[in-house]
């Protein structure tokens, strides 16, 4: 069973950057495909960047291209999300997960993901 705990979130003003963490435990990042979710008031919970398990393939959201950006760092089994130039757009819960199949595919749909964390909220005042 894969644990996933993230951090990092916060309030912070229009333009500011943020840096989320996704810390696991019982499982290797490295093993599972790993996407960042958000999911504002009232709104689906939508994918904003994801990382295929092989190959380092990746996919953002339109609205994040340029601004956010993923990675994963293996020895702290830790997956990241830096973003830049926050928009009053972005305030949602962010949540980490992990699962997917396997190989060089990246995984968009919330349906294809086995593990989740508890989300971090990201708050944006303009």
């Known amino acids: 069973q894969v644990r996933l705990v993230e951090s990092g979130g916060g309030l912070v003003q229009a333009g500011d950057s943020l840096n989320l963490s996704c810390a696991a435990s019982g499982g290797a990042v490295s093993m599972y495909a790993m996407a960042w979710f958000r999911e504002a008031p009232g709104k689906e919970r939508v994918v904003v960047a994801a990382?295929?398990?092989?190959?380092?393939?990746?996919f953002y959201l339109d609205n994040v291209k340029g601004r956010f950006t993923l990675s994963r760092d293996n020895a702290k089994n830790t997956l990241y999300l830096r973003m830049n130039s926050l928009k009053p757009e972005d305030p949602a819960i962010y949540y980490c997960?992990?699962?997917?199949?396997?190989?060089?595919?990246?995984?968009?749909?919330?349906?294809?993901?086995?593990?989740w964390g508890q989300g971090t909220q990201v708050t944006v005042s303009s």
């Open positions: 997960a992990a699962g997917g199949g396997g190989g060089y595919s990246v995984y968009t749909e919330r349906r294809d993901y086995n593990y």
């Open positions: 990382f295929s398990r092989l190959g380092g393939h990746s």
